[in-house]
């Protein structure tokens, strides 16, 4: 975190300062493309953030957008390089979804995410690394591993890891990602970026047979609240959301510290992150109230989703299970169960919903730790069994799968440093459902105050696998 008014002139430059000055004519699509691709060709050896990179493809597609802006064409990402999460189709390349079960063709046809970012004049350098089926947060599999640019030795969490760790190493200045159980917001937690999650209804979703049950969201990923915004825009098709205001009023933000599960505690500098933000919220005349969330005493509805989403995208596409990790066969036959015995009746889920708005009444925003303890070692949790994945997911992550559940936007902004582990920490902010975008555009208003007052190193240097980067200057412990 840079000290307030210092210039990060040693990161690469941002999506926003990339496609305006591509249709100004300073640069060209060609020459940013090429510039993230050799970023992409030095740095990623230690990282791991890509499944694939679309060199030539990516190049050709360059020299169309610079022909389009010179036709006249007026496009917010004009030549912004970015990396598309191995979840969603990219036409011409294969879906892989971290599974060596799953088909090497190449899709036929963009997601209609990729579709409007493409449109809008972004070029996609690669595909990003997920876990297999993006089930877990952490991102490793047959296909190698994803490590946390600040510190090698630690995960980039999951499930968009790669795409969360791609964007922290300056690879490329922003990336797609996607959230069915916090699965932007955890890997942005780790590695120190902007990461948000929208509510249901804003950003086609279509991810598998139904989206996890309705869980699972597309977002953007981005070293600055204004790169978030622009992409959110494209993504949403809702220009509006690109203008970054700030607060028009005193907010009533509700500082919500309990932890949602016995099974996990709170650290001490994560706790202590979430704090810090709420203070710079008050310092800029904000109204921060302890909040105490009813949280469920039973994780069974948001569970059995999970479980049980993962396996009906295994059926849809005719994976067989015993090729699967052993960690992902037992995720399923568990959502089996769970599903069978009426663990995915919509009851539990409306009743919490009714509680949770009771409890938020009167409240603008909620703000809590990103997580509940630093991301784990990047170590081969693909070979390791179920339950330990659970244990660490648990454990580490608790705070993102309500909002999943519930529907409501959430984000992650970072907040400091850990000096016990190594990396950044960061803080969640959650709002109620609204309606046209108005709730993630009071999130990212938001966002935007906490980095005008506790601004961030927005990019990490990267080191060799044996060890982490130390700890920045001037940012906070």
Not at 376 to 387: N, Y
Not at 454 to 473: F, L, Q
Request: aromatic fraction near 4%; proline fraction near 8%.
């Amino acid at each position: 975190m840079t000290a307030p008014g210092t210039a990060d002139t040693s990161a690469p430059p941002t999506a926003s300062g990339i496609a305006e000055a591509v249709r100004a004519g300073r640069t060209t699509a060609v020459a940013e493309v090429t510039a993230a691709l050799d970023r992409i060709a030095a740095g990623d050896r230690a990282v791991g953030a890509f499944q694939l990179v679309r060199a030539n493809r990516a190049l050709a597609e360059a020299a169309i957008v610079d022909a389009r802006i010179a036709a006249g064409e007026n496009l917010p990402l004009a030549g912004v390089p970015l990396a598309i999460k191995d979840n969603i189709p990219v036409a011409g390349e294969p879906m892989r979804e971290g599974s060596a079960a799953t088909s090497a063709e190449p899709r036929d046809a963009d997601h209609p995410v990729v579709a409007r970012l493409r449109a809008a004049g972004a070029v996609v350098v690669g595909l990003t690394r997920v876990p297999e089926l993006c089930v877990f947060g952490t991102t490793d599999s047959v296909y190698g591993t994803t490590r946390n640019p600040w510190n090698l030795a630690r995960t980039s969490g999951g499930s968009s890891g790669g795409s969360a760790a791609a964007v922290a190493a300056g690879l490329v200045p922003i990336a797609h990602a996607a959230d069915g159980m916090g699965s932007i917001r955890i890997p942005a937690a780790n590695c120190g970026v902007v990461g948000l999650k929208p509510g249901a209804g804003l950003v086609p979703a279509e991810m598998g047979v139904h989206s996890w049950f309705g869980m699972s969201e597309n977002g953007p990923m981005a070293t600055t609240v204004v790169d978030a915004a622009l992409m959110l825009a494209v993504m949403a098709g809702r220009p509006e959301l690109a203008a970054v205001e700030a607060p028009a009023r005193r907010l009533r933000v509700g500082l919500a510290l309990g932890v949602p599960t016995p099974l996990a505690r709170l650290d001490a500098g994560l706790r202590a992150a979430a704090e810090r933000s709420a203070r710079a919220l008050a310092d800029a005349g904000h109204e921060v109230v302890e909040l105490e969330l009813p949280y469920p005493a039973n994780p069974l509805p948001a569970l059995a989703r999970w479980f049980a989403g993962a396996g009906a995208d295994a059926e849809h596409d005719g994976l067989e299970l015993g090729a699967l990790e052993p960690r992902v066969r037992a995720h399923i036959r568990a959502g089996r169960v769970l599903a069978r015995f009426g663990g995915l009746s919509t009851a539990p889920v409306d009743r919490l919903r009714r509680r949770m708005l009771a409890a938020t009444e009167g409240f603008d925003v909620i703000l809590t730790p990103a997580l509940a303890q630093p991301g784990p070692v990047a170590d081969g949790w693909h070979r390791r069994s179920w339950f330990a994945n659970m244990r660490v997911n648990i454990g580490y992550a608790p705070y993102a799968a309500l909002w999943n559940l519930l529907g409501w936007p959430a984000a992650v902004v970072p907040s400091g440093w850990h000096d016990g582990v190594g990396v950044p920490t960061s803080s969640q902010l959650i709002v109620r459902p609204a309606t046209d975008g108005a709730g993630e555009a009071l999130l990212l208003s938001v966002a935007a105050e906490l980095e005008r007052r506790t601004p961030w190193m927005r990019v990490a240097g990267v080191h060799d696998a044996a060890g982490g980067n130390g700890r920045p200057e001037n940012l906070p412990e």
